[in-house]
DNA sequence: CTCCAGGCTTACG
DNA sequence: CGTAAGCATGGA
């Protein structure tokens, strides 16, 4: 087990763990979740991260993002009084670079769900079919161990119509009929191409393992809470069908917040919940 | 009771 | 092409 005491720049674990993004992490008198298998903590004193993990240090950098250069981003993302006034209220919230089959099978789980219930349902897989690493600690299950996992036995997680999704993705990865950690490889757009070719994947999923677990940061998922609060910011420029709408408004953030449209979601997504 | 939640698939014009 | 019901579950 290694501690790590990391200076930080326009970093805030708080905001970063809690927006949403993620789904395991949990609060008590500092932050615990379960990354590749291996238990976190994590705590901030001002500018100073504070780590405990048998990860190694370069693995926890490129998890929170923190080599990424926030000056140069803010700057090319803040196009308007709006989102400067997010940048303001919200500086140093970090996109997290997830693992791919976690984030997918987490999103999948997202379909006309709430985070309360997703969060409950992703504890219950990790509980029933992960490994037990710590008392109360639970890894993501694999591809291969939910390949093996009936229907009816996943009824214990209650995922609903989700979850004979989740087990056709896991048997296709696990028979090597699907390349998903493949997709870093290829621009935004292939990647897209071919996370919607999953079951129970669209456009909006696939955004979101395209920007939480590949880093595509020109990846916009828009959702119930990104279409209101693009309605309420700049309402007045989407007059698409309703079916189109919110790919209309992921294109609009592309070419209004640039390359870094990822970020910009994320600061509109926190707004609307809070 | 009804309605909705970080949507997607299928069926029907 | 386009739109709309249906989908499991839980909470307001």
Redesign the pocket.
């Known amino acids: 087990m290694n501690v790590y005491r990391i200076n930080t720049k326009d970093f805030n674990l708080d905001l970063t763990l809690s ?3 993620v789904f395991r992490w949990e609060k008590n008198e500092r932050w615990a979740g379960v990354v590749n298998g291996e238990l976190i903590r994590a705590r901030q004193l001002d500018a100073e991260v504070i780590i405990d993990s048998a990860l190694d240090k370069k693995f926890i950098r490129d998890y929170f993002r923190l080599d990424d250069d926030m000056e140069k981003i803010y700057a090319s993302m803040n196009k308007d009084q709006k989102i400067a006034s997010l940048i303001r209220k919200y500086r140093g919230l970090r996109l997290i670079r997830q693992d791919p089959w976690e984030c997918l099978v987490s ?1 999948i789980c ?9 969060r ?1 349902s992703i504890r219950r897989m990790c509980e029933c079919f992960g490994d037990k690493i710590y008392e109360g600690y639970f890894s993501f299950p694999t591809p291969e161990s939910l390949s093996e996992v009936q229907l009816c036995d996943m ?1 214990q997680c ?5 979850a004979p999704r989740v087990l056709k993705i896991a048997s296709m990865i696990a028979k090597n009929e699907f390349d998903l950690y493949g997709i870093k490889t290829l621009s935004y757009e292939e990647g897209r191409r071919e996370l ?1 070719k ?9 955004d ?1 393992v395209l920007l ?1 677990a590949f880093g595509k940061l020109e990846s916009f ?6 279409e209101q609060i693009m309605d309420m910011y700049y309402g007045d420029k989407f007059k698409g ?4 709408k ?1 790919e209309e408004i992921a294109e609009f953030a592309r070419e209004y917040f640039g390359k870094y449209c990822g970020y910009a ?2 600061y509109l ?1 926190l707004e609307d919940l809070g």
């Open positions: 927006c949403g993004q999103y997202s379909s006309n769900n709430t985070i309360r219930n997703i409950n009824e209650r995922l609903g119509f989700r919607v999953i079951d129970g994947v669209g456009n909006k999923i696939a979101c939480f998922p828009v959702d119930t809470h990104i069908s309703k079916s189109k919110r979601q994320e997504y």
